[in-house]
């Protein structure tokens, strides 16, 4: 398999606060990945620094073969690399099909469509002429995802996409995944729910303290040292 | 003792060398009248003038975030108020001045309660359209000369002293009073507990409102505290000027964009800043206020690079870099 | 009948406020941002055509190309250069920059051109009229001036509702941290908002040349009306904008027809008047 995303001692600062300490982190061409860990690991700042939204000159992230350091997010976001933030971040003003509309601006070719995303979530159908906000949490993921998808990402990063959503809802919602890497997508999430991350993953990375602390696949880890990793209850987690 | 002991030290001693120094000056200036020439006391009274107007402007700006570009309002009605207080009601000038700045201050209550249903840029754009109201309103009064002004007259004037050189020495000391109060006021209001609800407001609004500062009640008290200041200065301004008239009081150039300038140039948001813009603000013109429109397109120029190059100032860049204050705000703790 | 004739004429000036405020709220409602020299800039783009029509004696239609392809693209380069950097959530430092701008624009103007006003003569525009009854005339330019703010308010909306560019700037609009994210550039989008506020003031300028006599001081007045304009209108509305105008128009010609001096000072006590009582404005949106 190739590389598609590889980090190499990744760090990150918010001002003289320190949030990343060297991370190593790698996903391949069609993987799906999950970084798991509680509140304030560092999920997010990863994503935020490999996304261009925090600086990262002058590190080694490679995307697709590049140098991805330093750019800025919409020429990462060109290179093939697209978000769903962290709370959907819809935009108001603007229906669901405009909201999906913005996601294709870059015109990258692709599998994905606007007729694509109504056939992976016939729910946005009927609703494509509405505000994106005035749709329910779960069908407000669902145009995210869609957003994202807009683009044709080779890698698709979401971020706390099952946050605050109903069990049914979010089962739902990752229904789509397999659908989504049969395009040839991967799929790189941050996940809360470990059971959720562990079903759809194939290899985790769990983040304490901006650091990693454990990674494997969900059929070798145990529950005992994920607990561990994530916790930090313990020493024998490495 | 470590280096970093070592320049804290270096720093604090530097900060009283440098307040001894600038008591030495207001010492200087407290008796300027004896060594001044009447041109050079002249001067000092628009330095003082414009001392207690960048105060004022700062305390506003630089603290409560309220950006206005209306001041002009507060110098004109202190002005107008003034004359009319003088000639038309018969008080004494020197209770005529305070008297016009209270009722100015009267004033900005209507006027802050509107200006405030405006927030950020839309503020600072109504608060000109006030001032705009002001000047055109004091145009429309014939009693006061309408749009060509009215002088003070000669009798009323020559009321403050005898001789031209004591009623100069009366309004020096006004002109004095009056700057150097102004930095006196603001400092003893950020060392009360008023400071300590002025110094959140300007690090951050949401998180002096989480703290239970009543932010918007604080600004407003301070918009109405800017106002008579301001309007005092106003007063006194054109009481040496003996003649007002409404293009001159509501300037937008002179009470105003000069004004940000000094304060932005010496760096907002301490108190220390408008000290040091007034001096690089009167340096400059001495130097180039005879190149005209030049000189004007300079002041912009430089407004715009300070905003580029450092937005916090001569005196921010200064204190980021070293631990000066001659003004100390924040109680150390030993 | 004499009222009836200063309303018909405040609704038409109402159009050349609105379209001295099209701009200032086409920008606000991208970048939340005022520009303090947007009355200037479009005084600058009056001197500009004056300059061409009558001092290099070129073609009035010609003249208005190279106008408004001038603004469009200073409008462009200036935010892309400057103003971008100051754009954030500290509001001093656009305003004071464009404070700046303000004063070195006028002073420019005024070692360029000197002090003394000009006005650019439009012929049978400026003379011809459609008499309705003795009282009240309909003059071709103020009728133009309103057809041309109802067209550049309709294709500004056009623009914002209908294209892919103006989906990009309502996005921008709502969350511009995040449009990066989606591949948009946002130091490109906002120039080009800016470029196409430019443009609008480039269609202001033309006509302000043409309606009245202007110096160059004749700025921050424009500011304050464009300003009156969107706040009666309510922020962010366009049509809102363009009532906002004729509201500040008819106030204007009323105070005029009861004494010349208070025209002025009629419309901004209308303005005030309005914003104790509707402070979000007639049309609010945001």
Redesign the interface.
């Known amino acids: 398999m190739t590389r598609l995303l590889e980090t190499q001692g990744l760090t990150a600062f918010y001002g003289d606060f320190q949030a990343l300490f060297g991370i190593d982190v790698s996903v391949d061409e069609g993987e799906c990945v999950a970084l798991i860990g509680s509140n304030g690991a560092g999920k997010s700042t990863f994503l935020r620094a490999i996304t261009g939204m925090i600086p990262a000159r002058g590190q080694d992230v490679m995307f697709a073969g590049q140098h991805i350091a330093g750019w800025a997010a919409d020429r990462i976001h060109k290179a093939g690399m697209a978000m769903v933030p962290e709370g959907r971040r819809l935009f108001p003003s603007l229906s669901v099909e405009e909201n999906l509309l913005i996601g294709a601006a870059g015109k990258r070719p692709g599998p994905w469509s606007l007729d694509a995303v109504y056939e992976l979530f016939p729910d946005l159908v009927a609703k494509r002429h509405n505000p994106g906000t005035a749709l329910s949490g779960g069908q407000q993921q669902m145009v995210a995802i869609g957003r994202a998808l807009m683009s044709n990402p080779q890698l698709l990063l979401c971020d706390e996409i099952s946050l605050g959503l109903a069990p049914k809802v979010i089962k739902d919602i990752y229904t789509a995944v397999p659908k989504i890497r049969a395009g040839g997508t991967a799929i790189l999430v941050v996940e809360q729910d470990v059971g959720q991350a562990l079903a759809v993953a194939d290899r985790v990375y769990c983040f304490m303290e901006g650091r990693v602390t454990l990674t494997g696949t969900p059929a070798t880890l145990t529950r005992a040292q994920i607990a561990a990793a994530y916790f930090g209850t313990t020493e024998e987690a490495h | 003792m470590t280096s970093m002991d070592m320049t804290q030290g270096r720093g604090i001693s530097v900060s009283v060398v440098l307040r001894l120094v600038l008591l030495a000056v207001v010492a200087g200036l407290a008796v300027a009248p004896v060594w001044a020439g009447r041109s050079d006391l002249r001067l000092l009274m628009e330095v003082f003038s414009f001392l207690a107007l960048a105060q004022m402007w700062n305390l506003l ?1 630089g603290y409560t ?1 309220l ?1 206005s ?1 209306g001041q002009q309002a507060f110098v004109g009605l202190g002005g107008y108020l003034f004359f009319a207080l003088a000639m038309f009601a018969g008080l004494p000038l020197l209770i005529a001045i305070p008297a016009a700045a209270i009722a100015t201050a009267v004033i900005a209550v209507p006027t802050g309660w ?1 200006a405030f ?2 927030q ?3 503020f ?3 608060t ?3 001032a ?2 002001f000047r ?2 004091a ?2 009064i014939g009693a006061l000369g309408g ?1 060509s002004g009215i002088s003070l007259p000669v009798a009323l004037a020559k009321s403050l002293a005898d001789s031209r050189g004591g009623r100069e020495m009366v309004m020096y000391y006004i002109a004095f009073t009056i700057g150097i109060a102004s930095v006196l006021m603001v400092w003893g209001l950020l060392r009360s507990k008023w400071g300590l609800a002025l110094t959140a407001i300007r690090d951050s609004e949401p998180a002096a409102e989480a703290m239970g500062v009543a932010t918007r009640r604080v600004k407003f008290m301070i918009y109405v505290l800017a106002a008579f200041w301001t309007s005092l200065t106003g007063g006194f301004v054109f009481l040496q000027k003996l003649r007002i008239t409404p293009d001159a009081a509501f300037s ?2 002179e009470w105003t ?1 000069f004004v ?1 300038f000094i304060v ?1 140039i010496g760096g ?1 948001g301490s108190i220390e800043g408008p000290v040091i813009g007034v001096v690089i603000f009167f340096a400059l013109r001495e130097v180039a206020s005879d190149w005209g ?2 000189y ?2 300079m ?6 690079a ?3 190059v450092d ?1 916090r100032g001569v005196w921010g860049a200064i204190r980021a870099r070293t631990n000066l204050s001659i003004f100390p705000v924040t109680k150390v703790l030993d | 009948m004499v009222w009836i004739n200063a309303i018909v004429q405040g609704v038409l000036l109402g159009g050349l406020y609105a379209l001295f405020a099209a701009g200032l709220s086409l920008m606000f409602g991208v970048m939340r941002f005022i520009n303090i020299a947007h009355g200037d800039f479009i005084v600058t783009a009056a001197y500009l055509m004056v300059a061409l029509v009558t001092g290099l004696a070129v073609h009035p239609a010609v003249a208005v190309v190279l106008v408004l392809i001038a603004l469009t693209t200073a409008g462009y380069v200036n935010q892309r250069i400057l103003l971008n950097r100051v754009l954030g959530k500290d509001i001093l430092p656009p305003i004071l920059v464009t404070f700046g701008m303000s004063i070195i624009i006028q002073n420019a103007l005024l070692e360029i051109f000197s002090a003394d006003s000009q006005r650019l003569p439009a012929g049978w525009l400026e003379t011809g009229s459609i008499v309705l009854s003795d009282a009240v005339a309909i003059g071709w330019l103020p009728l133009l001036m309103f057809a041309a703010a109802v067209a550049v308010i309709g294709g500004l909306q056009l623009v914002f509702y209908k294209t892919p560019l103006g989906r990009m700037l309502r996005a921008t609009s709502d969350d511009p941290e995040i449009v990066p994210l989606m591949g948009g550039n946002n130091a490109h989008i906002f120039a080009i908002a800016t470029a196409l506020a430019s443009l609008v003031v480039g269609v202001a300028g033309i006509f302000l040349a043409m309606k009245t006599n202007f110096d160059p001081s004749a700025g921050p007045a424009r500011l304050l009306f464009a300003f009156e304009a969107v706040i009666i209108g309510g922020l962010g509305s366009l049509w809102g904008t363009l009532v906002g105008g004729i509201v500040l128009g008819v106030a204007q010609t009323l105070g005029a027809q009861i004494d010349a001096g208070v025209q002025i000072l009629a419309g901004h006590l209308v303005f005030l008047a309005l914003l104790v009582v509707r402070p979000r404005g007639l049309f609010p949106k945001m």
């Open positions: 700006a975030g950006i570009v509107i249903r405006l950020g840029p839309y600072a754009i109504g000109w359209v006030i705009e109201v055109l309103s145009a429309q749009g937008l150039n964009a940000i932005v907002i429109t030049w004007l397109i002041m912009g120029g430089i407004a715009i300070v905003m580029l937005k």
